[in-house]
């Protein structure tokens, strides 16, 4: 208790020495808004030591929390499912980087992957195989074959978007 008084005094300490300075500096057209100020920041300075050592304020928190999860529990939403969906994007994304960085080495054009389309189921065989992909910038047919071959995607489901 003692250590939050010691914060609380040498806060509004600096607060008052401000507030001395400023009296003594500013027009006195701006006055009432720097009192607002001032006011506003001693309300905070005083508040912020004893919420943060608030144990009522802790269990709040854990509450809340409580609450959030069986909400989640409720929609169906696990943190298994989390977990998965979770992989299935952090794989995408590293297809997406594998793709830019193929075609950058094997023809020397950067390209920007926009989506990535997989099968996203985890029981098929074909899980994790890309379906479709949207790529900016012009029409590339060295592009298309690269990435027909390479990942086993029909041409017509590689799709090109103007850059912007």
């Known amino acids: 208790m003692q250590e939050i008084l010691n914060e609380v005094a040498l806060s509004l300490f600096y607060i008052v020495i401000i507030a001395i300075f400023i009296e003594n500096l500013v027009n006195e057209s701006y006055r009432k808004y720097i009192n607002i100020f001032l006011g506003l920041t001693a309300s905070i300075v005083l508040i912020t030591p004893i919420l943060e050592n608030s144990e009522f304020l802790k269990f709040e928190f854990q509450k809340n929390l409580k609450k959030i999860e069986s909400e989640f529990n409720q929609q169906g939403v696990y ?23 193929n075609i950058r080495e094997i023809c020397g054009k950067e390209i920007q992957v926009v989506n990535a389309s997989i099968y996203e189921d985890i029981d ?8 479709e992909i949207k790529i900016e910038g012009e029409y590339d047919r060295k592009v298309v074959e690269i990435i027909s071959n390479k990942y086993h ?11 912007r």
Do not use: H, M, T, W
């Not at 499912?81 to 994007?89: C, K, N, S």
């Not at 995607?153 to 850059?163: G, P, S």
């Open 79 to 101: 943190s298994q499912d989390i977990y998965r969906q979770a992989l299935i994007q952090e794989y995408k994304n590293k297809l997406k980087d594998e793709i830019e960085d």
């Open 153 to 163: 995607v029909c041409k017509d489901r590689i799709y090109f978007q103007k850059l």
């Open 124 to 131: 098929s065989p074909d899980f994790g195989r890309l379906k």
